[in-house]
């Protein structure tokens, strides 16, 4: 590949990985259950410390479509995610960045979840896909902390 | 794939669009009110639920000028944007993502608003600026979550 | 430089700021502070508004080391910077965007500060660091929202 071609394919790597994480959000808080599924591979896992791991994609849509994210729904929530750091690695990569779940509790908006992400990617066909998130609360549990850590070595998929 | 050209213009267009959204927490909470104006095109929109309509680039810095902006300015505010979900379609686009206000009391920052957005977009002589903003405070409202979710067909202007 | 490389450069760097700036976040608050003060100059300065300056990586790394912001880890923190309005001029950059810091308290998240910042950057034998931050709280300062504000001029080193 040409070194243009390297670096624009670098640059739409970083762009896709990007918008993939910053679609998270928008669809979790629309009840698009399908389309956070989406985001992940058909074998993806979601780990969220302490709750559980759902394994693939209809595990993945089940958070979404089930009991607790519905009722934080109908009491008004936001997942916004905070900046990610990208670890880019041909065709996988890791970013790490913060979540925080805001929630209405009828007479004002509480911060209801802090945590910390670890997203492992990869390309496949062309277009990137999360193949794990770990997701832990920061309520001073190192684990969670060691979530936000850079590799040390240059990660290899 | 597409030439390399189109490819530049692509990150390029996303480039612009992700810069103009971040600048306007940055303009907003330094009262800068011409420059939120100039983020939207002359006769753009920017609707708040519940609120009202701001009719174009006078309209819109009002909000910015007026009294309700202005005292929380004095109090100590923050309009933190989350990142931006962007669907490109040629000449226009549409971003999804969530706004916070948060709000020095004198004793201790609290999250006064936490929003949906959703903001069109369209390129004029190779600017990008916004055509409307739609905010809605995600209290449980069903409207406000649907401003979140993704174009059902592909966007066109 | 032909067309396309410039314009290829822009958005390389564009992206790499943003990345710096992504990263301070998860390495302050998985403790990595070599990693914190790696993202600045040899001679860069963070400046907290009513806190003090810290001159050169030794001092920036003893942020991260110090009782105030290991006590912070201790109880569970989140670093969690907005996105940034970025005035790229050559070799030189100024980005502007909000930082949050979030707490434990033991018993809810509480928001700790939130504040303005203000980076200055230069290209360094093809790399970007960081010359200076400003933090300032806001709390109704002036001086804290004057960090927001876009350079009048375009900014030259």
Redesign the interface.
Known sequence: MPP??A??QA??D??AI??L???Y???A????AE?VAALFAEDGVYAIAGFGEANGRAAIAALITGANHQQL??????????????ELDGDTAVA???S?V?R?TGA?????????NRWELKRKLDRWLATRRDNA?????AA???????PAVPHRS
Chains 1, 2, 3 share one sequence.
Do not use: K, T
């Not at 008004?76 to 990610?84: D, F, K, R, S, T």
């Not at 609360?137 to 549990?141: F, I, S, V």
């Open positions: 243009f071609e670096r624009l640059l739409e970083r762009e990007r918008e994480i910053a679609q959000g928008p669809l808080d629309s009840g698009n389309g729904m109908a009491d008004g929530c936001a997942h916004v995610l905070g900046p990610v750091a990208v790490r960045g913060h925080l805001l209405w004002a908006f509480e911060v209801h979840r802090v945590a910390a609360l920061l309520q001073g549990d969670a902390r060691a979530l936000l850590s850079p």
